[in-house]
């Protein structure tokens, strides 16, 4: 059992920022791999950051250079530094992970709830 907890989301001007934050919790070994993925009204859910456990990250094209995903192993945290918010980016933001489980060592995956960014004009 993974649980995944996601916060931050909100409603903020274009050009403005915000910080998201997952919080896994479970009987976790070890983590793959956290990122954030969003889905816009009519659209299909994209991966928008990751990072492994290298630690290596990927971005999404469209926010290269605006977003900054980072985490805290000891929290078992993965933050989502959003900045120079675009009307584009609004979506719904659902945390992901791939864990490996104490005990059994089997690889889950694991979906966050989602927290709702609405960037205005």
């Known amino acids: 059992q993974v649980r995944l907890v996601e916060s931050g989301g909100g409603l903020v001007q274009a050009g403005g920022s915000l910080r998201l934050s997952c919080v896994a919790s479970g009987s976790i070994s070890s983590f793959e791999a956290m990122g954030w993925y969003r889905q816009a009204p009519g659209k299909q859910r994209e991966l928008v950051a990751r990072?492994?456990?290298?630690?290596?990250?990927n971005y999404a094209d469209s926010v290269k250079g605006r977003f900054t995903i980072s985490r805290d192993n000891a929290k078992n945290t993965v933050y989502l530094q959003m900045n120079s918010l675009k009307p584009d980016d609004t979506a719904v933001y659902y945390c992901n992970a791939l864990v490996v489980m104490r005990a059994s060592f089997t690889r889950v995956e694991s979906w966050g709830q989602g927290t709702l960014v609405t960037v205005s004009v």
């Open positions: 990072i492994t456990s290298g630690p290596t990250t």
